[in-house]
């Protein structure tokens, strides 16, 4: 499958993050030396346009970031609708849009999509998360969303 299903694209729409977030997606890139690099990522940092494109932000000075600069690959994954699903993506920075919260900004297609599911459980949940000043953190996620939608 090298498409997104209808259950991601809705995961992933960017829309409600009020009543959305608390649940992360873990980023798995790998850093200079060959080692797997992991980071958590928010409903505010990452957006699917479509079902072939998931548009990403993180921190500029990041292991993350150097990461996706370095090897242009990554793997998102996410649970969802029963199951763990794999996203491997091809990435290219963009530039932020004007406006744009200082992040790094990149632009991800869609290599495969990986459905992992066991016949005698479902995934119930991916890492979860509680903000520690949600008035605080939302409206910076509102933006970063925003500009995630202006990714040329």
Known sequence: MERLTDA?????DGRDL???HGESMRLSTVDADGW????????????AVDAATVNLCTWPGSGTAANLRRSG?????IAEAGALWELRLRVQERPAPPGAPALAYFRGSVESVREHRAKYAEVTAGPR????????VLPRWEAQVAALRMLA
């Open 8 to 12: 991601l694209l809705r995961r992933l």
């Open 18 to 20: 009020a009543h959305r």
């Open 36 to 47: 797997p690099h992991g980071a958590e990522l928010s409903e505010g940092e990452v957006l």
């Open 73 to 77: 690959q990554a793997t998102l994954a």
């Open 129 to 136: 998360y509680r903000l520690h000043d949600a008035d605080a």
